[in-house]
Structure formats: C-alpha cells, structure tokens
C-alpha cells in the first residue's frame, strides 16, 4: 500500500528562522515519484519540485532545498532564512509507477506559521 | 499562459441535490484529475480523464461522475449530494496521461452542502 505521511501537523517558527517539514513515504515499488505543493490561503496548490526514486541528490532552489533519503523513505523539505510570505500548509505526495496507476497520494498537510 | 482555471469559485447547495463542476486545463495539456479535499486534510483523487474517457477511478462512489470533452476540458458531478460531499474540489492537469509528469493545480472550487 501507498502512503505519505506529515507527522508534523503545525509549526510556528519567527521570520528568518531556518525550518524543516519531514515527510516519510512508504511504497513497494522501485520506480515513484515525489512531490511538494505549497497551498495559500487561496487554496491553489502550487507545485515546488519534483524526484524520482533513482535520483537521490539533494537539490537546492533559493531559500529552499529538499533532503531525499531511500534508506529511511524521507523527503525533507527545509526553508532557510524563513519569511511571511512562507505561512502556508505543505503536502507532500507520493506517485507510484505500476501500469496503469496515475493517481498521486498526499499525506495530510503540515501548516507552516511564520511569525514576524 | 493561463494555468487550470475552475468554475465557480464557491457553490451553496442543499442535501439531495445535483452540481457540476468545471474545470480547463493548462494550454498544452490533455489529461484531467480531479481531488477533493476535505477540510484538515491532504487531497484525494477521485478519478483521471484522458483522451475523453474516465482512466483511474479513486475509491469514491458513483454519485461521484465526469466528462472530459474534445477541448479536453472537464467536469464533475455529484448527484444526491451529502453533507460529507462538502469540500475544496480541485482540478489538476498535466501534459501527457503518465506518471512521469507533474500534474498542476486549479484554485478549486469549494463546495458547502447544508
């Protein structure tokens, strides 16, 4: 069975603080694909980055960069310097690559605050 | 480009009635998820569309319906509506009707059942 999970359901960090959400996957096959969304207020999710299984570099986007551990099934995602405009809730999904399966699975969400 | 634009925004309903929901992909894009998402919660997928037919259905039940139409926009309706039917609805698309792209968000739409 598939499943992501966000343990952290809220945190509350003061602006330029360095913060880290975790996620952890869980999956039987050896070809998927992770992802994280940031939803606004709005509620629009909007697509952070994207990584398949065989592609563990760390990757690094401005204030953001992402950890991707097979060994312990994790996709850390952590926001250096953290400003305002970051407040927002964070999913993390899973896709897997059997034939056939297109869905993509979200775990619940972890509510960022940052406070000024 | 316009990104996955929905429609409405918000919609009111009563228990027992019908609602269609709208949604145009991204310009380029040919293939059509919808999600609904409860409030609190991560969303989940009810069904894909691809080259107008229904692809992968989520564990949702047949109240739960959808088109997708030449243009390749799409939509959903929910019949005999419940009170649990009350949630964000939102739209993704992506380029190809594979797992190796990314699907992009609409706004959604947020639907209250009273």
């Known amino acids: 069975a598939q499943k992501v999970t966000q343990a952290q359901t809220e945190i509350s960090v003061v602006e330029k603080e360095d913060v880290t959400l975790d996620c952890v996957y869980e999956t039987r096959d050896t070809t998927y694909y992770l992802f994280w969304y940031k939803q606004p207020p709005s509620g629009e999710l909007v697509f952070l980055i994207r990584r398949n299984s065989f592609d563990e570099q760390n990757e690094i986007s401005g204030r953001y960069s992402w950890n991707f551990q097979k060994s312990t099934s994790s996709f850390n995602f952590t926001i250096t310097a953290s400003q305002v405009v970051d407040s927002a809730v964070y999913f993390c999904a899973l896709s897997d690559f059997p034939a056939g399966t297109y869905k993509y699975i979200f775990g619940t969400g972890t509510r960022l605050k940052v406070l000024a | 480009d316009a990104g996955v634009t929905q429609s409405p925004t918000h919609l009111i309903k009563t228990r027992g009635q019908q609602v269609t929901l709208r949604c145009s992909p991204k310009s380029g894009h040919d293939t059509v998820s919808w999600y609904q998402q409860a409030l609190g919660q991560g969303p989940q997928f009810i069904f894909q569309y691809y080259e107008e037919e229904e692809r992968q259905r989520g564990n949702f039940p047949d109240r739960f319906s959808g088109h997708q139409f030449p243009n390749y926009s799409s939509e959903l309706n929910v019949n005999a509506l419940l009170l649990g039917d009350s949630a964000l609805y939102l739209c993704?698309?992506?380029?190809?009707?594979?797992?190796?792209?990314?699907?992009?968000f609409g706004p959604g739409t947020r639907l209250t059942v009273l």
């Open positions: 993704a698309s992506s380029r190809l009707a594979g797992v190796e792209d990314t699907q992009y």
